[in-house]
């Protein structure tokens, strides 16, 4: 993967990821000939203001669709109902530069807030998730092939963060 500024020269992770997180938006370009992968920042112009920040299909503060999830190994969890703590759901997909490059954050976050229920969403198929989470380290419950979820709700970007209250009222989102 290679990451590149609006005006074409190479960057870090940790500048392409600064100027995501400040609204720019990106373009991709894969090479499937050389494995490889080009994530260029999109210049501003008076036509294309940075990004608005990402938005669900749900609004804040009203219900999340209530829904029930059977995760990777088989644990049954529940969104949008009466539950003991809050929920944050991680949409993600096995492929996204930016998802896997969070996941020793992720990791750090469930181990130190054990007051949160965390779950990570994709659509990838059970399989490609638990390769995904076998390679990758993931420790957050894995909810697979949640396509028909993500798209109830609205998920425009990945990674897209959500949390839930325990009455399920969708409290925030982040992008």
Known sequence: IIFKADDGREISWAEFDKLTDDGR??????????????????????????????KLAIKVGTAMPKAAFVDIAGVRHTVGGLGTKPVLLNFYFAE???????????????KANSAVEVLAVTFDSSSIAKTFVAKRGLNWPVVADAKSYINTIGVPSYPTFALVSPTGKLIAVRG
Do not use: G, Q
């Open 25 to 54: 938006s990106m373009s991709i370009s894969k090479f499937k000939a050389t494995s490889t992968a080009i994530l260029m920042i999109k210049p501003i112009t008076p036509e294309a203001p940075p990004a608005a920040p990402p």
């Open 96 to 110: 996204c530069v930016p998802c896997i490059a969070e996941i020793p954050h992720l990791n750090a976050f469930a």
